[in-house]
């Protein structure tokens, strides 16, 4: 009887020992959901190296997102970038001793562009905004087309201020930087709105002599049609 108090004992405290050591050792992966995820796309979120897991930690899905969040986090850190760790191991205590205190909710956006009053007046405008590269044309006061834009060089600076297209060539030529200017639409001295074969091809990496580029060339053909001499062009930052 002794025997078999002791044997049960002994294999209670062996099962409890099992069903412990299967708890600290739950491998977490793709698929799985529960409170250890839970815990690990918080630290993913917080992690002080980086947020590792972009949009918050809400939520208990072990998803996607957390997946690559914790492969990066893996490699970051030295392990191997599988997706998956264990709870209870140095790695799983390793990501938790890096969480950080929940970060800041971002700042809400402002709804659309800061733009001049003199872009809103009855008429056509062009208005160049240096702020976020764009070129938008408003018709009374209407914005009917947005494009990118690109702006002088340091050297060759686009001017800014309010001004008035005074002549349009829709096949021009710059013999002075030997290039072409296609729907020229000039607003100050030698300074002009239009297609730019170069900004289509490098973008940002390059610069103007100080024209307002356009890499449209469908809309910045719509541009030249509509545009009259006489027109008010807007550069402003």
Not at 58 to 86: C, M, N, P, S, V
Not at 105 to 129: D, E, F, I, M
Not at 136 to 158: H, P, Q, V, W
Not at 205 to 220: A, L
């Amino acid at each position: 009887m002794l025997v078999l108090l002791a044997t049960v004992l002994v294999l209670g405290i062996s099962l409890s020992s099992a069903t412990s050591a299967q708890a600290r050792g739950r491998d977490l992966q793709y698929g799985m959901s529960g409170g250890d995820v839970s815990q690990l796309r918080v630290a993913l979120d917080r992690n002080k190296r980086a947020d590792y897991l972009a949009g918050g930690s809400a939520g208990r899905k072990f998803d996607g997102a957390t997946k690559d969040g914790l492969k990066r986090w893996q490699k970051a850190a030295g392990y191997k970038a599988d997706g998956r760790i264990t709870v209870g191991t140095k790695e799983w205590q390793k990501l938790r001793s890096e969480q950080g205190p929940a970060r800041p909710a971002p700042k809400p956006k402002p709804k659309g562009p800061s733009v001049p009053a003199a872009c809103k007046v009855k008429g056509r405008v062009l208005c160049a905004s240096k702020k976020d590269d764009k070129l938008r044309y408003y018709e009374n006061g209407s914005l009917k087309m947005t494009i990118d834009a690109r702006f002088g060089c340091a050297s060759d600076r686009t001017r800014e201020g309010t001004f008035k297209v005074f002549r349009k060539v829709r096949n021009d030529w710059s013999y002075l930087y030997d290039t072409p200017m296609k729907f020229s639409m000039y607003f100050s001295g030698g300074q002009a709105v239009h297609y730019s074969y170069d900004f289509k091809a490098r973008g940002y990496n390059g610069c103007s002599h100080g024209c307002v580029n356009t890499r449209d060339w469908s809309r910045t053909e719509q541009l030249f049609a509509k545009i009259r001499v006489g027109d008010r062009v807007v550069v402003h930052r």
